[in-house]
Nanobody, 126 residues
Framework: QVQLVESGGGLVQAGGSLRLSCAAS????????MGWFRQAPGKEREFVGG???????RYYGDSVEGRCTISRDNKSTMYLQMNSLKPEDTALYYCAAVETGQISWVPRSSDQFHYWGQGTQVTVSS
């Protein structure tokens, strides 16, 4: 079992930046691919980005491509740097993880992930 805790959300003006963090605890000796999703009220959960266990491969959702960077400084902490934020980025942001034997695999669908955090709210004002 892995527990995920997000932090770093908040209120920011359009054009600003935020850095979200996701800390994993529990069975972190296994290999985990990780990712970020977001969900706005009345909308489906959306893939923001994902990173392989090795950290060497990353994918981003179309709506954030070029404005976000995912990184991990060790195998249990992941970050999402978001720049040039827009009001439409307002959502609850979730961290997710899945155990994997493939060090370069990056899952991009929510049903591929097994563990989820509680989410951190990001609100972008216009």
């Amino acid at each position: 079992q892995v527990q995920l805790v997000e932090s770093g959300g908040g209120l920011v003006q359009a054009g600003g930046s935020l850095r979200l963090s996701c800390a994993a605890s529990g069975r972190t000796s296994s290999r985990y691919a990780m990712g970020w999703f977001r969900q706005a009220p009345g909308k489906e959960r959306e893939f923001v980005g994902g990173i392989s266990w090795s950290g060497g491969r990353r994918y981003y959702g179309d709506s954030v491509e070029g404005r976000c960077t995912i990184s991990r400084d060790n195998k249990s902490t992941m970050y999402l740097q978001m720049n040039s934020l827009k009001p439409e980025d307002t959502a609850l942001y979730y961290c997710a993880a899945v155990e994997t034997g493939q060090i370069s695999w990056v899952p991009r669908s929510s049903d591929q992930f097994h563990y989820w955090g509680q989410g951190t709210q990001v609100t972008v004002s216009s």
